[in-house]
Protein backbone atom coordinates (compact mmCIF):
# COMPACT_ATOMS: atom_id res chain seq x y z
CA UNK A 1 0.00 0.00 0.00
CA UNK A 2 0.99 3.68 -0.42
CA UNK A 3 0.94 4.71 3.02
CA UNK A 4 0.69 8.56 4.32
CA UNK A 5 2.21 8.55 8.30
CA UNK A 6 1.02 12.10 9.34
CA UNK A 7 3.08 11.82 13.16
CA UNK A 8 5.43 14.85 14.65
CA UNK A 9 7.30 12.33 17.21
CA UNK A 10 10.24 11.37 15.72
CA UNK A 11 10.32 8.22 17.63
CA UNK A 12 6.66 6.98 16.47
CA UNK A 13 7.49 7.95 13.41
CA UNK A 14 10.51 5.90 12.81
CA UNK A 15 9.17 2.76 14.62
CA UNK A 16 5.65 3.13 12.01
CA UNK A 17 8.08 3.57 8.96
CA UNK A 18 10.56 0.75 9.58
CA UNK A 19 7.67 -1.53 10.00
CA UNK A 20 5.58 -0.93 7.39
CA UNK A 21 8.15 -0.89 5.58
CA UNK A 22 9.78 -4.11 6.49
CA UNK A 23 6.35 -5.56 4.72
CA UNK A 24 6.91 -3.73 1.64
CA UNK A 25 4.39 -0.54 2.11
CA UNK A 26 5.58 2.72 0.53
CA UNK A 27 5.29 5.22 3.65
CA UNK A 28 5.58 9.26 3.18
CA UNK A 29 5.59 11.26 5.93
CA UNK A 30 4.48 14.42 7.15
CA UNK A 31 5.55 16.33 10.07
CA UNK A 32 1.79 17.79 11.04
CA UNK A 33 -1.80 18.39 9.65
CA UNK A 34 -0.72 21.12 6.85
CA UNK A 35 2.27 18.48 5.57
CA UNK A 36 0.08 15.97 5.45
CA UNK A 37 -2.53 17.96 4.06
CA UNK A 38 -0.05 18.58 1.31
CA UNK A 39 1.15 15.64 0.09
CA UNK A 40 -2.47 14.46 0.23
CA UNK A 41 -3.09 16.69 -2.73
CA UNK A 42 -0.18 15.90 -4.74
CA UNK A 43 -0.04 11.72 -4.04
CA UNK A 44 -2.14 9.34 -4.27
CA UNK A 45 -2.36 7.56 -0.91
CA UNK A 46 -4.37 4.30 -0.04
CA UNK A 47 -4.10 5.13 3.39
CA UNK A 48 -3.21 7.74 5.56
CA UNK A 49 -2.09 7.17 9.29
CA UNK A 50 -3.26 10.26 11.24
CA UNK A 51 -1.67 11.63 14.44
CA UNK A 52 -4.33 13.40 16.27
CA UNK A 53 -2.33 15.85 18.08
CA UNK A 54 0.36 17.41 15.86
CA UNK A 55 1.37 21.28 15.98
CA UNK A 56 0.61 23.65 13.26
CA UNK A 57 -2.58 22.07 12.20
CA UNK A 58 -3.92 18.67 14.21
CA UNK A 59 -5.25 15.23 12.90
CA UNK A 60 -8.99 16.04 13.21
CA UNK A 61 -8.77 19.35 11.08
CA UNK A 62 -7.02 17.81 8.37
CA UNK A 63 -8.85 15.07 8.05
CA UNK A 64 -11.94 17.27 8.37
CA UNK A 65 -10.25 19.88 5.34
CA UNK A 66 -9.62 16.36 3.32
CA UNK A 67 -12.80 15.20 3.93
CA UNK A 68 -13.90 18.54 2.22
CA UNK A 69 -11.65 18.59 -0.76
CA UNK A 70 -12.83 15.09 -1.70
CA UNK A 71 -16.67 16.25 -1.95
CA UNK A 72 -15.59 18.41 -4.37
CA UNK A 73 -13.29 16.26 -6.06
CA UNK A 74 -14.38 15.00 -9.51
CA UNK A 75 -13.32 11.12 -9.26
CA UNK A 76 -15.34 10.89 -6.10
CA UNK A 77 -12.38 8.96 -4.33
CA UNK A 78 -12.20 8.66 -0.53
CA UNK A 79 -8.31 7.83 1.26
CA UNK A 80 -9.08 6.01 4.23
CA UNK A 81 -7.48 7.81 7.59
CA UNK A 82 -6.71 5.92 10.76
CA UNK A 83 -7.09 8.04 13.75
CA UNK A 84 -3.44 7.20 15.69
CA UNK A 85 -3.92 8.51 19.27
CA UNK A 86 -2.87 8.84 23.12
CA UNK A 87 -6.15 9.75 23.69
CA UNK A 88 -8.63 6.55 24.91
CA UNK A 89 -11.09 8.55 26.49
CA UNK A 90 -14.39 7.98 26.45
CA UNK A 91 -15.58 10.37 23.58
CA UNK A 92 -12.27 10.34 21.87
CA UNK A 93 -13.82 7.41 19.18
CA UNK A 94 -16.57 9.73 18.27
CA UNK A 95 -14.21 13.06 17.97
CA UNK A 96 -12.12 10.91 15.44
CA UNK A 97 -15.51 9.67 14.00
CA UNK A 98 -17.01 12.71 13.31
CA UNK A 99 -14.18 14.26 11.59
CA UNK A 100 -14.31 11.52 9.43
CA UNK A 101 -11.57 9.11 10.31
CA UNK A 102 -12.64 5.48 9.43
CA UNK A 103 -10.48 3.68 12.17
CA UNK A 104 -8.56 4.31 15.51
CA UNK A 105 -4.96 2.61 16.41
CA UNK A 106 -4.24 3.75 20.00
CA UNK A 107 -0.78 4.64 21.02
CA UNK A 108 1.67 3.05 21.80
CA UNK A 109 1.55 1.52 18.24
CA UNK A 110 1.62 -2.21 18.91
CA UNK A 111 3.00 -3.65 15.63
CA UNK A 112 0.34 -6.84 15.73
CA UNK A 113 -2.49 -3.97 15.31
CA UNK A 114 -1.06 -1.93 12.84
CA UNK A 115 0.09 -4.76 10.93
CA UNK A 116 -4.08 -6.01 11.22
CA UNK A 117 -5.59 -2.91 9.93
CA UNK A 118 -3.58 -2.52 6.69
CA UNK A 119 -3.56 -6.05 5.88
CA UNK A 120 -7.26 -5.49 6.38
CA UNK A 121 -7.26 -2.16 4.73
CA UNK A 122 -5.08 -3.77 1.86
CA UNK A 123 -8.55 -5.75 1.11
CA UNK A 124 -11.06 -4.99 -1.76
CA UNK A 125 -13.72 -2.82 0.62
CA UNK A 126 -16.33 -5.59 -0.12
CA UNK A 127 -13.95 -7.91 1.68
CA UNK A 128 -13.40 -5.93 4.67
CA UNK A 129 -14.42 -6.49 7.85
CA UNK A 130 -16.04 -3.68 9.86
CA UNK A 131 -14.80 -5.40 13.06
CA UNK A 132 -11.04 -4.75 13.05
CA UNK A 133 -11.60 -0.98 13.42
CA UNK A 134 -14.08 -1.44 16.37
CA UNK A 135 -12.57 -3.20 19.10
CA UNK A 136 -10.45 0.17 20.15
CA UNK A 137 -13.19 2.35 19.73
Known amino acids: MNILLAEDNLINQKF ?12 EVANNGVEA ?33 EQTDTNGTRTLIVAMTAHAMKGDREKCLSAGMDGYLTKPIRPT ?3 S ?12 SLEIFSDEF
Open 16 to 27: ALRALQMKGHKV
Open 37 to 69: INLWETNEFDLILMDVQMPQMDGLEATRQIRLK
Open 113 to 115: RLF
Open 117 to 128: IVEELAKPASER
